[in-house]
C-alpha cells in the first residue's frame, strides 16, 4: 500500500512539472511582421518640420527576422512610404532596412538598422520596439524609430516616428 502511494505522489511530481515546464525554443527561428509607421518629424539646418505640414507621409514597413538566440537576431525591413501632397498621392521611395536585433527581458527590443532608400538618401536608424500584447500565434508591438539621413544633395538630417505592428 505505501508503495502505491509512493508511486501516485511521484506520478504527479513527474507529471506536474513536465506540463509546467516549457520547452525551450528552438532557433535559429524565424519570424515576420507588417506595421504602419507614422512620421513625426525631422530636423535638420534648416530647422524642424513636420509630417503634416505641406503634405502627407505613411509608410509600411514588413520584414523577417531571423532569430539566432533569446537575446539576438537579424532582420530585413522593407518599407514603402507613401505621400500625399497637392492632390498627388504617389510611393515617395522604398526604403531597405537591414538591422541587428538585441532582445532584451520584458518584450523590449533595441534595432539597429541600416537605411538605403530609392530617393537616393542613405543612413542609419536606431528602433526602440516593445512588445504590447503577446498571443499563442502573433503578438502586438510599439516602436519608435529615429532616422539618421544624408545624401542626395539634402542636408544631413535626424526625424522620428510611431510605428505599431503585428509579428508573427
Not at 509546467?20 to 513625426?40: E, I, R
Request: aromatic letters at 14%; hydrophobic letters at 45%; zero cysteines.
Amino acid at each position: 500500500m505505501i508503495y502505491v502511494i509512493l508511486l501516485i505522489i511521484a506520478a504527479i511530481i513527474v507529471f506536474a512539472e513536465s506540463g509546467s515546464a516549457q520547452p525551450p525554443p528552438a532557433y535559429p527561428k524565424v519570424t515576420g511582421y507588417f506595421s504602419v509607421v507614422q512620421p513625426v518629424g525631422n530636423w535638420n539646418s534648416n530647422g524642424f518640420s513636420s509630417s503634416f505640414s505641406g503634405g502627407y507621409s505613411i509608410g509600411f514597413p514588413f520584414g523577417l527576422n531571423l532569430l539566432k538566440s533569446d537575446s539576438f537576431g537579424v532582420s530585413f525591413e522593407v518599407a514603402p512610404n507613401i505621400r500625399s501632397e497637392k492632390n498627388i498621392t504617389k510611393v515617395n521611395s522604398v526604403l531597405f532596412h537591414p538591422g541587428a536585433m538585441f532582445r532584451f527581458k520584458q518584450g523590449f527590443t533595441f534595432i539597429g538598422r541600416m537605411a538605403f532608400e530609392t530617393n537616393g538618401r542613405f543612413g542609419f536608424t536606431p528602433v526602440f520596439n516593445q512588445r504590447l500584447i503577446k498571443g499563442k500565434d502573433a503578438a502586438m508591438f510599439v516602436s519608435v524609430p529615429i532616422p539618421v539621413r544624408f545624401g542626395n544633395g539634402l542636408p544631413s538630417s535626424i526625424g522620428t516616428g510611431l510605428q505599431l505592428g503585428v509579428s508573427f
